[in-house]
């Protein structure tokens, strides 16, 4: 389910509920609209709008807080590329192969996770830059140096890429979505009952019917970012990729 679908979905259970609690106020005996009972029912809609803006509000949280996260790893990334690279070129000439694998490593992770689809993978990304690490590694342990200044450079190479293999591992686990979609589902239902109840015992007029299109709105809005945030790489809400672009023009200078 896409977010904007999720989204739509949400303003249409909304507005159901909007127009639920419109036909049960004409249907209802009069009763069921004495003091007291408004008054009950009042209190019932309030604990359960607390509730939701509750439980929506730490759903928001976690995903700007996973977001955030997958930014910071962006970064990260990149800043470990370009002192990586500035190792290897204290290195010298010796480190010009291994320059070479790290330019194409990185062009390649841009189209794989950007979506440059001109670039065709068979292997999980994951996998793939696994083994582009290890190919790096693998290169470092057979570069030959000759001087101080060369092995002290080789063992920060060394560091550097021992972790860009952490942050590798770290993106393989944070893998799919972090949204826990029955709970998200549960308070849209919460949402909508509570829309039901203030239409219960409001009449109908334009304003009323105002309300209920901005309180859909606002809540489908707010679905559509938690769902765009879940899924950072693509979408409206995507990570930039400056920073990795930074690192790559300057593995080309």
């Known amino acids: 389910m896409t977010p904007l679908f999720a989204a739509l979905f949400v303003a249409f259970l909304m507005m159901a509920g909007a127009l639920a609690g419109a036909l049960l106020r004409k249907h209802l005996p009069s009763k ?18 607390t509730l939701s803006a509750l439980v929506m509000g730490l759903v928001i949280s976690s995903s700007k807080a996973s977001y955030d996260a997958r930014v910071e790893m962006v970064h990260a990334s990149a800043a470990l590329i370009i002192q990586f690279d500035a190792s ?9 192969p291994i320059r070479v694998v790290l330019k194409d490593a990185v062009v390649a992770t841009m189209g794989e996770i950007w979506g440059a689809h001109s670039l065709e993978v068979d292997q999980p990304e994951a996998v793939v830059t696994k083994r582009r690490v290890g190919q790096l590694e693998r290169m470092l342990f057979a570069l030959v ?11 920060n190479a060394f560091k550097l890429v021992a972790e860009l293999a952490r942050l590798n591992a770290s993106a393989f686990t944070q893998h799919g979505s972090d949204v826990v979609m029955p709970l998200l589902a549960v308070v849209s239902c919460w949402m909508m009952l509570n829309v039901a109840g203030w239409n219960l015992f409001a009449p109908a007029n334009r304003m009323l019917m105002a309300v209920n299109v901005v309180c859909a709105l606002s809540v489908a809005s707010a679905v559509f970012l938690i769902l765009e945030m879940d899924q950072p790489f693509n979408g409206v809400i995507s990570i930039s990729e400056v ?4 690192a790559l ?3 080309l200078e």
């Open 32 to 49: 069921h609209f004495g003091q007291e009972t408004m008054e009950a029912v009042k209190l019932g809609l309030g604990f359960i709008a």
């Open 88 to 96: 290897l070129r204290q290195i010298g000439p010796e480190a010009d």
């Open 145 to 155: 140096v000759s001087n101080e200044m060369q092995r002290q450079a080789q063992a």
């Open 243 to 246: 920073p990795m672009r930074a």
């Open 249 to 251: 023009e300057r593995l």
